[in-house]
């Protein structure tokens, strides 16, 4: 179906080392599912496979989105067919504004998604009428714009651009991998607003957190627990508040006793 995203028995290795051990998980569009799991079981790992980093090596499985296995597809592809990654540790790019950067990577993806029609680059007086506006959404001030990307920012900051960056890029799926890690109370209010902002219909979400707390401001309707590479259980919004109260492990002893 177009309208999900379904990844089947996906084994994945880094350097060699198998981390994920078989995940099943189908995200449709207008769905948010979480995921949540002990330091080290394998979520930035499924993020970063999904995203296409070519140091996750599929070894067994699929992920199946818009019908196809996109296994094969390069990380460029996978963002210009609607695929969003906001990375757990952004990386910082000197020399490139965050105007330029996202300018860029709307057109790239304009490009791709008319390069059977008539697409056309956004202009750059539309270009930041857009980006202004998300900014505002966003509650970033309109400096960082012409700031270099990521270079000195703070770590909230950082979160922050990465959501602009989905503002901008208006993606199908997107994988948010600890948006929520480093930002103040304020700062988390308004990022979550503006994941709220995006959510729809037509907006499919995997949110990777270790925190009870950013759920209080999105919903997800389905909750899924990772150890050691596999999804130990799932369940409902109210399995988030269990692992609050109780940890892992109690999971991490029924996985091993089944
Ligand atoms: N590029 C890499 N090189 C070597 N090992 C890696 C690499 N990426 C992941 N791993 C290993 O894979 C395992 C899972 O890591 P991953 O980052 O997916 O965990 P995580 O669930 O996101 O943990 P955290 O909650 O701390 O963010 C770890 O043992 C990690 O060291
Ligand atoms: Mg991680």
Redesign the pocket.
């Known amino acids: 179906m177009a309208d999900e995203l379904v990844i089947k028995d996906l084994h994945v290795q880094?350097?060699g080392?198998e981390?994920l051990k078989g995940i099943n998980l189908t995200i449709r569009k207008g769905e948010t599912h979480a995921i949540m799991?002990?330091?080290?079981?394998?979520?930035?790992?499924?993020?970063?496979t999904l995203a296409g980093h070519p140091?996750?090596v599929v070894t067994h499985g699929e992920i199946i989105y818009k019908g196809e296995n996109m296994v094969a597809w390069g990380p460029d592809e996978r963002a210009q067919k609607g695929m969003f990654l906001a990375f757990?540790y952004p990386m910082a790019i000197p020399g490139v504004t965050v105007a330029n950067f996202l300018r860029t990577a709307l057109n790239a993806k304009r490009k791709a998604a008319g390069a059977n029609g008539n697409a056309k680059s956004i202009s750059i007086p539309e270009f930041r009428k857009l980006m202004l506006a998300k900014m505002q959404l966003l509650k970033l001030d309109q400096a960082f714009a012409t700031r270099y990307l990521n270079d000195g920012f703070s770590g909230g900051e950082k979160k922050r651009v990465e959501i602009l960056q989905m503002a901008v890029l208006n993606p199908e799926f997107a994988v948010l991998?600890?948006t929520d890690s480093g930002l103040d109370i304020d700062a988390l209010r308004i990022v979550s607003e503006g994941v709220n902002a995006l959510a729809g219909p037509n907006l499919g979400v995997l949110l990777?957190t270790?925190y009870q707390r950013i759920l209080n401001y999105i919903k997800p309707q389905f909750i899924h627990v990772?150890v050691s590479?596999k999804i130990a259980l799932s369940g409902g919004p109210e399995l988030a508040l269990e692992l609050e109260e109780k940890g892992y492990d109690w999971i991490i002893e029924k996985t091993q006793v089944s």
Request: glycine share 16%; net charge neutral.
């Open positions: 880094v350097e080392k981390i799991g002990p330091n080290g079981s394998g979520k930035s790992t499924l993020a970063n140091k996750y757990q991998d600890e990777i270790h990772l590479g």
